[in-house]
């Protein structure tokens, strides 16, 4: 049967969430928003992705990934949150460990804010309102670049 | 109040509104008012400091929030639980930011405060130094007031 290789079956797409080996890439989420957090969630796990973990702000985030590593391959990272903004914790984050893979989740506007993260460390950033094409790209490409 | 403060409010609004919710809006008669107006049961609010200093109010009842905030998590809520606060939260907080943006863009240098949600019945705002301006939205699922009181730093 020549069909089967010439043509490949698009429902037999591998999840964006598996790597090479089929096991699930391993986010954590720092976002002080419910809906938010929620959403993220929701578009990687149906992908495969796992979610290791949540945080509500940057301090519980820090400490998360610190617990976690190095059981996480990305982390996305809000960035105006109380006790510690995400710029912060990602300057935390890098210093515990330089190749970390944060993608920062950022409200229009803040653009000075997400230039420091890129900066600092960050991988890359997503505006919101978030929708699935975004995140998946954004979050695929960073875990792409080894 | 400058009307080159407010329209960025009330584009950013139908344009968030129709990305996150994908619906049809209309916008009803602009007014102004300066003395007491009652809040229609959920109301998420932002402040402005710096170049323009003020507030802006997003103002709807309880089914139409449940509706938007149902939508927009793509399943059904029937109470104003803490999910559904944080999702007019981050309405809210799409829509000022965007605003800001385009405002900075015109040289207008200012900050927003953390939004805050209101919910209860028979509530009213009074604004004693600033007057304030209602664009009400009407949408499938309900009406939305966007109420923006801003003026410029005194």
Same mark, same amino acid.
């Given at each position: ?7 490949? *079956? ?88 330089? *190749? ?47 | ?22 619906? =049809?809006?209309?916008?009803? =008669? ?26 802006? &109010? ?9 509706? @938007? ?5 793509? =399943? ?9 606060? %944080?999702?007019?939260?981050?309405? %809210? ?5 965007? %605003? ?15 939004? %805050? ?12 130094? @600033?007057?304030? &301006? ?17 003026? =410029?730093?005194?």
């Amino acid at each position: 049967m020549k069909t089967k290789t010439d043509f490949p *079956n698009i429902n037999e797409r591998k999840p964006e969430g598996l790597k090479d080996d089929g096991s699930p890439f391993r986010v954590l989420i720092v976002d002080d928003s419910m809906f938010v957090a929620k959403q993220i969630g929701q578009i990687l796990t149906s992908e495969g992705f796992e979610i290791m973990g949540t945080a509500g702000d940057g301090e519980e985030g820090v400490e998360k990934y610190k617990e976690l590593f190095p059981k996480v391959d990305l982390v996305t990272m809000d960035i105006t949150m109380p006790k510690m903004d995400g710029v912060v914790a990602l300057q935390k984050i890098i210093e515990f460990d330089k *190749n970390a893979k944060v993608i920062m989740i950022s409200a229009l506007g803040k653009q000075d804010l997400v230039k420091k993260a890129l900066l600092t460390g960050a991988k890359n950033y997503i505006v919101k309102p978030l929708d699935r094409k975004k995140v998946l790209e954004r979050v695929v490409t960073v875990l792409k670049k080894q | 109040m400058r009307v080159e403060y407010i329209n960025p409010f009330v584009e950013s609004a139908f344009n968030v509104l129709k990305e996150v919710l994908d619906t =049809e809006l209309t916008r009803g =008669e602009l007014f102004l008012k300066s003395s007491s107006q009652p809040v229609l049961g959920v109301a998420a609010i932002i402040g402005f400091t710096g170049d323009v200093q003020g507030r802006i &109010l997003f103002d709807m009842d309880e089914k139409t929030a449940l509706s @938007i905030a149902s939508a927009m998590n793509g =399943e059904t809520l029937s109470t104003m639980d803490d999910l559904a606060k %944080a999702t007019i939260t981050e309405l %809210a907080n799409m829509i000022t930011a965007r %605003a800001v943006t385009k405002l900075s863009e015109q040289g207008f240098k200012f900050d927003i405060t953390p939004p %805050a949600i209101f919910t209860g019945k028979d509530m009213e705002i009074t604004n004693t130094q @600033i007057e304030s &301006l209602i664009v009400p939205i009407q949408m499938p699922l309900g009406k939305l007031e966007i109420n923006v009181a801003v003026r =410029e730093q005194m």
